[in-house]
């Protein structure tokens, strides 16, 4: 099955820097790469995804970025403010069916934007 | 147009016990998912689950662990005879999933059920 690796595990940054989140994956068939956020004791929120077919993806603040070949995949926030601070989880996944429903995650990264 | 509903937030049981933990999805989704989450560990797919079809039920637990999702009410995640090991963060997920339609696999997270077991 798929394998996704997240680095780093945690990160501090300070309030305006950039933060960079890696992530790799296994299974070279996998083809949405969606990005979620996660503050302490709430849901998971997407915040940005990618489809393979693409190889950057701009939202504001937020970038992802993916390199098929090498099989990874990055999340970039610039401008970093302290309500960025939250745990992001990458995750994979390969089309099943048509649909892209079983998301493979990351073990996340613990992002602290000091003020 | 409310996000997917969990409930309880908060679940105690003891050993031995049946945890049913309920997810409602966003309207319109016809779609459930439903994840673990382990103390400082990712999210683990278990089920994937379609009006009265389990569809699939890969990272589900062969034994203890049941889900459903009715043609009526939400869907059901039972948990028979918890063990500690069973603690952990249930989320359920849902999307609108219109095969071949960009965009509808997208899953929006509830906000999930903490299952303590003493």
């Known amino acids: 099955g798929e394998n996704v690796e997240q680095h780093p595990s945690t990160l501090s940054v300070q309030e305006g820097d950039s933060a960079v989140i890696k992530c790799t994956y296994s299974?070279?068939?996998?083809?949405?790469f969606p990005w979620y956020k996660q503050e302490l004791g709430k849901r998971p929120q997407l915040i940005i995804d990618?489809?393979?077919?693409?190889g950057e993806k701009k939202d504001q603040r937020i970038a992802v970025t993916l390199n098929k070949t090498a099989k990874h995949f990055s999340l970039h926030i610039t401008e970093t403010q302290p309500e960025d601070s939250a745990v992001y989880f990458c995750?994979?996944?390969?089309?099943?069916?048509?649909?892209?429903?079983?998301?493979?995650f990351g073990k996340g990264t613990l992002l602290t934007v000091n003020p | 147009n409310a996000g997917v509903m969990q409930n309880p937030r908060h679940l105690v049981r003891r050993r031995g016990q049946e945890a049913r933990l309920r997810c409602s999805p966003m309207?319109?989704?016809?779609?459930v998912y439903w994840y673990r989450q382990l103390p400082e560990e990712g999210l683990k797919f278990m089920v994937y689950?379609?009006?009265?079809?389990?569809?699939?039920e890969s990272g589900m637990p062969k034994e203890r662990f049941s889900a459903e999702f009715p043609k009526e009410g939400p869907s059901i995640l039972r948990i028979q005879q918890v063990v500690r090991g069973d603690s952990a963060a249930y989320f359920c997920?849902?999307?609108?999933?219109?095969?071949?339609?960009?965009?509808?696999?997208?899953?929006?997270f509830g906000p999930g059920t903490r299952l303590t077991v003493l």
């Open positions: 997920a849902s999307s609108p999933l219109r095969t071949g339609r960009a965009g509808t696999d997208t899953q929006y």
């Open positions: 299974d070279s068939a996998s083809n949405y």
């Open positions: 689950l379609q009006k009265e079809n389990i569809i699939d």
């Open positions: 990618i489809r393979s077919n693409v």
């Open positions: 995750a994979a996944s390969l089309n099943s069916g048509g649909s892209n429903y079983k998301l493979t």
């Open positions: 309207k319109g989704h016809s779609h």
